[in-house]
T-cell receptor
Framework: GQQVMQIPQYQHVQEGEDFTTYCNSSTTLSNIQWYKQRPGGHPVFLIQLVKSGEVKKQKRLTFQFGEAKKNSSLHITATQTTDVGTYFC??????????FGGGTRVLVKP | KAGVTQTPRYLIKTRGQQVTLSCSPISGHRSVSWYQQTPGQGLQFLFEYFSETQRNKGNFPGRFSGRQFSNSRSEMNVSTLELGDSALYLCASNGGRTGGNEQFFGPGTRLTVL
């Protein structure tokens, strides 16, 4: 079945630095979504990418969908303590359920 | 609009018992999905209901079941509880194909099996 892998599993970042988390699917996706879950909270939708090679920005967050629509990345610049949490990607293949990656847990060192 | 609500928020059960969790989606949303979240396994898809019909199902044993009512509220049931069923159970609603497919999650029900 469809599998979605995320790396790294954990990311320790110094405040002010940049980092990138990656998401890879075993199958071609019709779209990919990103969610953020704060500690003790529930996942909250951030963005959806649909087109091959699509790039979207939300302030310091940049999301990219690969040309083959099998991978995606999330890049955060100038990390802040408010960025703490777990970031999940979720891929949907045509006709299939949404499959979540294992998440990247981000810890920020002040 | 009110968000997705789940009841109860916390539950403690013993092995062998059964449990029923409830989820009320955002008004107007007809799709409800259930996920199990554990520290080691991440978010695992259980099932999705749309207009009272199960549309998709994950790889969980038959002890896990669900249903959806005509008002779109959904329940999931776990019978013969095992220690490994301890987890945060999240439900999420979305508006279906015409309303976009982003998932709106509820706060979850934390189930502890002793």
């Amino acid at each position: 079945g469809q599998q979605v892998m995320q790396i790294p599993q954990y990311q320790h970042v110094q405040e002010g630095e940049d980092f990138t988390t990656y998401c890879n699917s075993s199958t071609t996706l019709s779209n990919i979504q990103w969610y953020k879950q704060r500690p003790g909270g529930h996942p909250v939708f951030l963005i959806q990418l649909v087109k091959s090679g699509e790039v979207k920005k939300q302030k310091r967050l940049t999301f990219q969908f690969g040309e083959a629509k099998k991978n995606s990345s999330l890049h955060i610049t100038a990390t802040q303590t408010t960025d703490v949490g777990t970031y999940f990607c979720a891929g949907e293949a045509a006709g299939n359920k949404l499959t979540f990656g294992g998440g990247t847990r981000v810890l920020v060192k002040p | 609009k009110a968000g997705v609500t789940q009841t109860p928020r916390y539950l403690i059960k013993t092995r062998g018992q059964q449990v029923t969790l409830s989820c009320s989606p955002i008004s107007g949303h007809r799709s409800v999905s259930w996920y199990q979240q554990t520290p080691g396994q991440g978010l695992q898809f259980l099932f999705e209901y749309f207009s009272e019909t199960q549309r998709n199902k994950g790889n969980f044993p038959g002890r896990f079941s669900g249903r959806q009512f005509s008002n779109s509220r959904s329940e999931m049931n776990v019978s013969t509880l095992e220690l490994g069923d301890s987890a945060l159970y999240l439900c999420a609603s979305n508006g279906g194909r015409t309303g976009g497919n982003e998932q709106f999650f509820g706060p979850g029900t934390r189930l502890t099996v002793l």
